[in-house]
């Protein structure tokens, strides 16, 4: 179960979750507890929510042929290629060279040349991991994983104890609403997305395990979200809290890279440069295995004709070629997808854990998930096209991104009226 915990934490934790907290801190000041509540919800448990219930349905097709069969392919397809080769793995492998390589070569360095050199390592090291699926919880869990806790620890520590510090007053839309904002960073982690594949991984490695029956499958499920949901809020704590206490000591720059940056150097000197790309790299990496492993075996089992380890090669291999457009390319692609397909995301994962109290509700699925993806496209291009004005004034909520949260509601809750109504019609037709 430690060894599964790991693994599962590692899957979960890559570029966006190194990131995001300490700019989170360094942006909020000393509104950052009530920021990191928020943030906690999209970044931790909902994760772990999802990571339950795609096991539950033994994979996110099944889940979300809820809705409808056709939406199903298209949602599955969508997801694997967005978190996947399209998005996820591409940033996997930019995000620790350009945020903690780059910054240290030597003058007059070719950017694309070394950048081409270190994207091809670490795919064919990402690439060699996934072929062996079977033993990725003893690679990943043995030696990955406790690598990566013990340079964030070590860390955390040496700021506590030499690390300057200075807080500010809470900046932009943290000073409005810190709680909000910091929901609406989780999404950035693209874990609740993620979840939706590992979910399968997590069933799929304990059945490799000897354990069989699907109520033994939940138990250890649950018991490794909670264990790998309990690590990542500890680490997003310590993270937030060192962003946090630099807020007054250096500037607001671009992304939590920076910061980061300025604290290991400041603790290490030139010598952090090494611990902070370990740190990038050995993240990034997990993330980017179980990726790869999550959609070819998704992909292997919908294709019969093409093996799980042409599909490794195939995802490795665009993968690299996607990953040397540049990070600044990937980000402004991620954003409006994150906006459009997460809080679809989020009720698939609602629903799903709710079905048994659903009673069979034929129309919460269809209307409910159908509504809330109108909802989230429209946000996602006003942000694209006019981020300063409003397609949807009129929409509670909507100007923070979460317009989708009344929505699912009201149509929720209309939905199970009309099932109970037209049920009723229905039994009394035929009696």
């Given amino acids: 179960m430690v060894l599964v ?29 009530v920021a990191m509540l928020g943030f906690l919800i999209t970044a931790v448990v909902l994760p772990v929510l999802g990571v339950v219930a795609v096991a539950e349905f033994d994979g996110l097709d099944k889940l979300a042929s809820k809705v409808d069969a056709r939406f199903a392919i298209v949602f599955t397809i969508l997801i694997y290629l967005s978190i996947g080769p399209g998005l996820g793995i591409p940033r996997a492998a930019s995000v620790p060279f350009e945020m903690a390589i780059s910054p240290y070569l030597p003058e007059g ?33 043995r030696f990955l994983t406790p690598s990566l806790l013990t340079l964030l620890v070590l860390l955390f520590l040496c700021f506590v104890a030499n690390g300057t510090s200075g807080v500010s007053q809470p900046t932009g839309m943290y000073s409005e609403g810190a709680f909000v904002k910091g929901f609406l960073e989780g999404y950035n982690t693209m874990d609740t997305i993620a979840a939706l594949n590992f979910g399968l991984v997590i069933a799929t490695t304990l059945r490799s395990m000897n354990v069989k029956e699907k109520k033994s499958v939940m138990s250890y499920t649950v018991k490794a979200g909670i264990a790998a949901g309990s690590i990542l809020s500890a680490i997003y704590v310590m993270l937030s809290f060192m962003g946090m206490k630099s807020s007054a000591v250096y500037d607001l720059k671009d992304n939590g890279a920076w910061t980061l940056r300025c604290i290991v150097h400041q603790l290490f000197g030139e010598a952090g440069a090494v611990i902070l790309a370990a740190i990038f ?79 069979g509700s034929r129309m919460i699925y269809p209307c409910t998930v159908g509504v809330v993806a109108v909802v989230s496209v ?54």
Avoid: H
């Fill in 5 to 33: 915990s790991f693994m599962l934490f590692s899957l979960f934790f890559g570029a966006g979750n190194l990131i995001f907290p300490p700019f989170l801190g360094q942006s909020a000041g000393s509104a950052t507890p």
């Fill in 109 to 141: 360095a070719s950017f694309r040349l070394f950048m081409l050199g270190y994207s091809m390592a670490f795919f064919l090291i990402a690439g060699w991991l996934a072929l062996t699926p079977n033993k990725l919880v003893d690679r990943i869990g």
């Fill in 281 to 359: 790299t050995l993240a990034c990496l997990t993330t980017c295995v179980g990726l790869i492993n999550s959609i070819s075996q998704y992909f292997s089992g919908l294709t019969k004709r093409v093996s799980y380890r042409s599909w490794v090669l195939m995802i490795t291999g665009f993968s690299f070629v996607v990953c040397n457009q540049g990070l600044n390319v990937i980000l402004s692609i991620s954003v409006p997808v994150l906006n459009a397909i997460y809080p679809v995301s989020i009720v698939l994962i609602v629903l799903g854990l709710l079905d048994k109290k659903l009673k």
């Fill in 378 to 431: 429209i946000y996602a291009v006003d942000q694209l096209v006019a981020p300063e004005s409003f397609f949807c004034p009129w929409l509670p909520l909507y100007r923070y991104g979460m317009g989708w949260v009344p929505v699912a509601l009201v149509v929720g809750g209309l939905s199970l009226v009309l099932d109970k109504v037209c049920f009723a019609e229905k039994a009394g037709s035929e009696a």
